[in-house]
């Protein structure tokens, strides 16, 4: 039994789909599961709860946590330690692997334009400083051998059918469909890394039924060369068939925005991201398995046909 927790977000979809390569018992944990493959399992469950995540995981091979929890610092800093301890916890108790899907928050800003596997740790948003928390509360258990797991990093990510979760879905290909300018934050002179969510979700799989994959980081694979701010506008505007207009967002107008829109004020910390070149490597991963990461062109071209036309 191979078992998601927070199944229901776009990256537990396409993990679904992609552990059918491995196995037929899986096992779809969320507070409203819904059915992926025909036969999958279906768990409602609080994951903040520690005896409904127990057993949710009971007689599971391998856990895979992909939660994506509202987009709020209050929030982050209230469930997730909780939500990571229920998790060790109950796979420790049932003896599973895990595989925690992260994020780079919790990099020295300084690093990010090549962010590798060894990228010094330093975070300097609330955000990042509770994913650099729940990251160590993994880590401390690998080292100390109480637990098999996996720490697959992914950058910002995008997609087909992907709502609410992608930055670049709302800003660029929403907006563009509307009829209306794309956003872009800080500056479109800076290039920016995104992981294509379906490379992510099949190469979680592979590192979930690798057992040599376990107790490390993994960098999720990701097309290198990443395009600038101004290059996924023009590209992104090219496939839908729109002028490629766009209107820069700063910190005051992100502020501005956030009185109407909460989710967008949650984003003024995070805008260091887009006022540097963000790149990620995953030339790890890449040469360990043979993988060959989906081409932004490709990744734009498949979105466009199956969400806008």
């Not at 962010?115 to 650099?132: D, H, L, Y």
Request: aromatic content about 12%; hydrophobic content about 40%.
């Amino acid at each position: 039994m191979q078992t998601i927790l927070g199944a229901g977000g776009a990256v537990g979809v396409e993990l679904a789909k992609a552990l059918r390569e491995y196995t037929n018992e899986i096992r779809l944990v969320s507070r409203n599961p819904k059915a992926v493959n025909p036969d999958d399992q279906l768990v409602p469950a609080d994951l903040t709860n520690s005896d409904e995540v127990l057993k949710a995981v009971k007689g599971s091979e391998v856990v895979y946590l992909t939660v994506g929890l509202p987009y709020n610092t209050k929030v982050w800093q209230r469930q997730w330690p909780l939500i990571m301890e229920n998790v060790i916890n109950a796979c420790k108790q049932v003896n599973a692997a895990l595989v925690f899907f992260d994020n780079i928050y919790m990099y020295d800003p300084n690093y990010l334009s090549f962010m590798t596997e060894e990228t010094p740790i330093n975070p300097v948003s609330k955000k990042g400083r509770v994913r650099n928390l729940i990251a160590n509360m993994l880590i401390n258990e690998m080292e100390k051998g109480e637990l098999r797991a996996v720490i697959a990093r992914s950058a910002d990510f995008y997609g087909p059918s992907i709502k609410n979760t992608s930055v670049l879905t709302e800003t660029v290909f929403n907006n563009f469909s509307k009829g209306k300018k794309a956003f872009w934050f800080s500056s479109v002179n800076f290039k920016h890394s995104f992981t294509y969510v379906p490379d992510a979700a099949r190469a979680t799989a592979l590192l979930g039924n690798t057992p040599e994959a376990f107790n490390q980081v993994w960098h999720l694979p990701t097309a290198s060369n990443p395009l600038t701010g101004k290059e996924w506008i023009e590209a992104i505007a090219k496939e839908m068939g729109v002028e490629p207009k766009y209107q820069l967002v700063s910190k005051f107008m992100l502020r501005l925005i956030g009185l109407f829109q909460p989710v967008m004020r949650e984003m003024t910390e995070m805008l260091y991201q887009y006022d540097r070149d963000y790149v990620f490597d995953s030339s790890k991963f890449e040469s360990y398995f043979d993988f060959k990461p989906t081409s932004y062109q490709t990744g734009i071209k498949t979105i466009v046909e199956q969400d806008y036309r």
